[in-house]
Every structure is written in structure tokens, then in C-alpha cells.
């Protein structure tokens, strides 16, 4: 029998520098069980196809992907609703739901950049990262406010992001389960929570935005594309 050829979705990681801009395109290969760049899949006797460029998001034909495992059933037994709930948020992956178009920041980018940014892109923060795309902090326009206030007296930021940014290096694993992303925002208070590969690049992002749309999505209702974080 044939293998079928099954679309892994591409993680695209968007930096935005004051000297660069960057793309990073990652897929979670089923053979390694981890994160690879996608280009690695074209010297891949499993792979049919790289699609970078597909408007519809891109993606990499693999013979080799396994359709997603089907949530535990309880047949018989009476769960309240919480109970219900909380095995599906534990079953869940945080990368079935996060958004795998991220869009991050050099900490060299201007803070006016910044606020062009945000604006063009309509996000709420965008995580700030290093060379190697690690996360060294989260710039938002709560930060910004802050910052203009505080500094400048609401005259237009001077700096650059890493004056501006919260300082945190926190994320979680492309393994860890959606009730773990949902317990960190809650604790931490943050709206975003970056998603990181095996070597601590940020691969993803999830907000509650993105765990609200899941939910919907449960329920039975049509949720357009995600437009952003």
C-alpha cells in the first residue's frame, strides 16, 4: 500500500530589524520529532513538495506525516463539563492552535519602527529576539504607552526596542499542551506566549485570541484566518 501524502503546516518566524529583515521557515518533521528547517525536506525522499508561497499558508507534502491522534473517548461515564474540558485543553497542543506566522523584533529596531509595526500589522506585541531567534523579551504597545509617557511626555519614542520591551525569556515547547499555555498567560498575566523549538527559537505564538478562536471552533462555529497577534 501506498503512503499518503499528508501537508505539514510551516512555522514562518518574520524578523523585523533596523538593518535586516529575516525569514525562517520550520516544519515539525514526523521522523525526527522535532522541529527542522523546511529546506531540509527537499533532500527528503519522503517529501513531494515545499510550498513557501502558498496564499493559503504554506506547507510541506509528507509522506511520512501521521494524521493527528483522535482525542480520548469515555464512553459510559458521566464527566461534569469542566472535567470534559479540562482533558481536552490537556490533549490539545499548543501548536494546534498557535499562530505559525510570528512576526518578531530585533532589539536594535528602532522604537518608532516599532510603533510602525504594530500599527501596520494591527498587533498587540510582537516577541523580541536574538540573532539566533531566541526570545530576550516582549515588546507590546502597553510597553509602549509606558514608555512615551513615562520618558518622552507622549512625544514620539526615541529609543530603540530593547528600552521599550518587558525583559522575559520565557516560552513553552512545541510539546507542552494547550491547559499549560492557558495556566502561564493566566499566572504570568502576559497575552502572548511564544512557542519554541528543541533549540529555543521561537517558532509560534499563542494568545488568548488564539485559544478563543479554538473554543469557537469546538462549538461549531466558522472562524476566519487568524490575521495576526
Known amino acids: 500500500m501506498s503512503e499518503i501524502s499528508r501537508r505539514l503546516p510551516v512555522r514562518t518566524r518574520r524578523v523585523e530589524g533596523q538593518h535586516r529583515r529575516e525569514d525562517d521557515h520550520s516544519v515539525l518533521c514526523p521522523l525526527l520529532g522535532r522541529s527542522s528547517p523546511a529546506e531540509n525536506c527537499r533532500s527528503c525522499d519522503r517529501c513531494e513538495v515545499v510550498r513557501l508561497d502558498d496564499p493559503h499558508g504554506a506547507y510541506v507534502a509528507c509522506r511520512a506525516a501521521q494524521p493527528s491522534a483522535p482525542l480520548p473517548t469515555y464512553t459510559g461515564q458521566h464527566l461534569p463539563v469542566e472535567s470534559v474540558l479540562a482533558l481536552l485543553l490537556e490533549h490539545t497542543k499548543v501548536t494546534e492552535v498557535m499562530s505559525h506566522d510570528v512576526t ?85 498575566r502576559v497575552h502572548r506566549v511564544p512557542i519554541l523549538s528543541d533549540d529555543g527559537k521561537v517558532i509560534g505564538i499563542v494568545t488568548p485570541l488564539d485559544l478563543a478562536r479554538w473554543l469557537a471552533a469546538k462549538a461549531g462555529y466558522v472562524m476566519p484566518n487568524p490575521r495576526g497577534h
Open 104 to 188: 518578531c523584533a530585533d532589539s536594535e529596531l528602532s522604537a518608532q519602527a516599532l510603533v510602525e509595526l504594530l500599527l501596520r500589522k494591527r498587533f498587540g506585541g510582537v516577541p523580541v529576539v536574538d540573532r539566533e531567534g531566541k526570545p530576550v523579551g516582549i515588546a507590546s504597545k502597553t510597553d509602549l504607552l509606558r514608555e512615551v509617557y513615562e520618558t518622552y511626555g507622549w512625544s514620539p519614542p526615541t529609543g530603540v526596542v530593547s528600552d521599550v520591551m518587558t525583559e522575559s525569556a520565557f516560552g513553552l515547547p512545541e510539546n507542552a499542551s494547550l491547559a499549560h499555555a492557558a495556566a502561564m498567560m493566566a499566572y504570568e
